[in-house]
């Protein structure tokens, strides 16, 4: 859909509306509410992530229906383009925007030796941290089910169940034995 670059966000808003259905509608009522809130705040991010996450508070439309390649989606864009352009604002993610807690730490500590220290504590336990995501992942628990059997030794060193089912064979108990009295 074309709209001219000078257009007024309320204006194609009241055209996208005349256009839709109820449901949709109110979908870009509020997705208009969101973007005027972007404004007024004074955000230049327009992007369809951040919109997204604003919509989802207020119930509406999702990240996927913004970003749908059909009439639909076409008409959430229009109106995400024109607030963006009207605001001068972008619809592409602000590069660099998101800055890890750690690095707000570091930038208050004003001692250089104590900020590298900090640096360096704070950058192994991240590394630490994802090794212990990784051994996470293959840790496979397994937990043995069957019941207890008791169990005997006999004479010859066999070790057999209550039940008389054979376990080790002859010789084994003894040469457990004998090993460990070997390594006291």
Not at 27 to 51: A, N, R, Y
Not at 112 to 141: C, F, M, W
Not at 145 to 164: A, E, L
């Amino acid at each position: 859909m074309f709209i001219a670059n000078a257009a007024h966000p309320d204006d194609v808003h009241k055209s996208l509306r005349d256009q839709s259905n109820t449901r949709m509608q109110a979908s870009l009522d509020i997705l208009h509410e969101v973007c005027l809130s972007q404004k007024l705040i004074g955000s230049d991010d327009f992007s369809l992530p951040t919109i997204a996450a604003l919509l989802k508070k207020r119930k509406g439309p999702s990240y996927q229906t913004l970003r749908n390649k059909n009439p639909q989606g076409d008409r959430y864009r229009t109106l995400i383009e024109v607030w963006s352009r009207f605001s001068g604002g972008s619809m592409k993610k602000p590069i660099g925007s998101f800055e890890p807690p750690s690095m707000t730490i570091l930038q208050k500590i004003p001692d250089p030796a104590v900020r590298g220290i900090v640096g360096s504590i704070i950058a192994e336990n991240t590394r630490l941290k994802g090794e212990i995501h990784v051994l996470r992942q293959k840790v496979d628990y397994v937990i043995d089910r069957r019941p207890v059997q008791r169990i005997q030794q006999d004479d010859n060193g066999r070790v057999r169940t209550v039940n008389g089912r054979l376990v080790f064979r002859p010789g084994f108990a003894t040469a457990i034995r004998k090993i460990l009295q070997t390594h006291k």
